[in-house]
């Protein structure tokens, strides 16, 4: 006699509640300027050594929809021209996510979209007046076999934001303590200056990024590049105040790069351990030409340790449930 069809099929493991957090991550890593491990790299010594810890927590809806969040504080540990006070505690913005993933492979390829928000729980993004900052970014991925046993995966992401400020310039760092006297007169005449810059902010900012990723056995090298686009506000005359054309030029692009290389080195499924390089910079350099993007002795690239801990994973492993699958999770 034939099985019934409820009891010839094998029935797929149940979903428990805690998969529902895969890819949820913890980063904590402590990085050196290269000025610092080079002291003739620049005529000003200013040793720098900052850490970082961020929380990445994921929670997937269902099959087609997750949330995804994102903040961080820094802390420096010198005493460098970063900050006004020493040894100041800096919370990062925080990023809101929600991913869409029904969207159907193309040639291997993997695309989401998400709408996304940034919240000003930052110290210089509540000094720009800002109150938050929607976007939408769309990310594509795809990954590949390679000699030696090994994979890549190659991931690029674009975005948009709108930020929305109180002012179209900052305002002030931290309030006085005290009463100024501006210009002779106790009170906030003209000759008072609360803003922090004069600069205007960006009205809008697109952004794209490329990651490649390697993973031979534990250990997973990589590199990432982002370029960023700021738009800034333009100004116009007021009465006899006459605005410079490069600072009225509604053409005029902020442009900024990031770049990024490193091995990491995963031992056991929810710990990696992570050696690389950092280099930010404006793209411009001081005489309007465009400058190097790895590194540039007057720009201050870092050198980081990092160790990654995947929340879910580490889960699985404390209440006795196998997960072999380990590493940053970077999609």
């Known amino acids: 006699m034939a099985a019934p069809a409820a009891e010839a099929v094998a029935k797929a493991p149940e979903s428990k509640f805690s998969d529902r957090f895969a890819g949820s991550q913890a980063w904590f890593q402590t990085s ?15 040793p720098t050594v900052q850490s970082f810890l961020s929380i990445s927590p994921r929670f997937t809806i269902n099959s087609d929809w997750q949330v995804r969040g994102r903040i961080g504080v820094n802390y420096e540990w010198t005493d460098a021209d970063l900050t006004t006070t020493k040894h100041v505690a800096q919370l990062t913005d925080t990023t809101l996510q929600l991913f869409y993933n029904g969207i159907p492979r193309f040639f291997g390829v993997k695309a989401q979209v998400a709408p996304m928000v940034v919240l000003p729980t930052s110290n210089a993004s509540n000094t720009r007046t800002m109150r938050l900052s929607p ?56 000759s008072c200056q609360n803003q922090l810059s004069g600069l205007a902010n960006a009205r809008d900012i697109l952004a794209w990024t490329l990651v490649v990723v390697g993973s031979w056995g534990d250990f997973s090298p990589g590199l990432a590049f982002q370029m960023s686009h700021q738009f800034p506000y333009t ?97």
């Open 32 to 46: 050196l300027t290269t000025g610092t491990l080079n002291p003739g790299e620049n005529l000003d010594y200013n």
């Open 235 to 331: 100004f116009t005359d007021v009465g006899n105040d006459r605005i410079s054309d490069s600072v009225a030029d509604p053409n005029g692009v902020r442009v900024s790069t990031s770049f990024s290389v490193w091995l990491d080195y995963t031992p056991l499924p929810w710990y990696t351990l992570e050696l690389g390089y950092s280099f930010s910079r404006q793209l411009l350099d001081g005489n309007a030409q465009w400058g190097n993007v790895i590194y540039d002795r007057y720009q201050g690239g870092q050198v980081y340790l990092g160790m990654n801990f995947g929340l879910d994973t580490l889960y699985k492993t404390l209440t006795g449930q196998a997960d072999d699958e380990g590493g940053v999770v970077r999609n």
């Open 135 to 190: 976007g939408l970014m769309t990310q594509f991925s795809s990954g590949w076999e390679v000699p030696g046993n090994g994979s890549v995966m190659a991931i690029g992401q674009a975005s948009y934001q709108h930020p929305i400020y109180g002012y179209t310039t900052p305002g002030i760092d931290e309030d006085f303590p005290y009463l100024r006297q501006c210009g002779g007169v106790t009170g906030t005449d003209a």
